[in-house]
């Protein structure tokens, strides 16, 4: 069993009733994995050559150091660069493919100076620019095979700047 889990029963995209909540991976996610609101990226940063890297690591992949810091990442960053994804992911992909929707994909800077992609949530393609400010959202992917609710992490507009 998955220690990284979280006892509360919900609902996946699919609508399929799972108990526990578990991290796409581990070491990605802050615990506890509940409530969704205050889980947090995770990573790590090199004391040898200074890199951060997304996820904990036990040695830095730029230059072999086993001597590294885990950190925590901020919950807002700003789009380096992004696309639309205009057909569906290949298996072993589960979630919504039929019918597909097309989503927006952001590579996304920390200001802890990691730069990752992700998936944008809750926003319009036309209104995504370079430089948007956005916010880390935890959100509820699909049902693994023991019935576990995977969760994953996108980022979405920040609220004030939906007004402008």
Not at 11 to 33: N, R, Y
Not at 89 to 108: K, L, N, R, S
Not at 118 to 134: A, E, M, P, R, Y
Request: glycine fraction near 8%; include cysteine.
């Amino acid at each position: 069993m998955n220690t990284a889990s979280a006892e509360s029963e919900h609902k996946d995209e699919g609508g399929k009733k799972s108990s526990q909540l578990v991290p796409f991976a581990p070491g990605f996610l802050t615990e506890p994995l509940y409530p969704l609101e205050q889980v947090l990226l995770r990573g790590c940063q090199c004391l040898s050559c200074g890199i951060t890297l997304f996820g904990i690591r036990y040695a830095c992949e730029n230059c072999c150091s086993r001597e590294l810091k885990d950190i925590t990442f901020s919950r807002r960053g700003k789009i380096y660069s992004y696309t639309r994804a205009n057909f569906p992911p290949p298996p072993p992909y589960e979630g919504q493919t039929d019918p597909f929707v097309p989503y927006t994909i952001a590579w996304v800077d920390l200001p802890e100076g990691v730069r990752l992609i992700s998936t944008l949530v809750d926003c319009n393609f036309d209104s995504v620019k370079i430089g948007l400010d956005v916010e880390l959202v935890i959100v509820r992917g699909w049902t693994d095979a023991e019935g576990n609710g995977v969760i994953s992490y996108a980022f979405k507009q920040i609220e004030a700047q939906n007004n402008r």
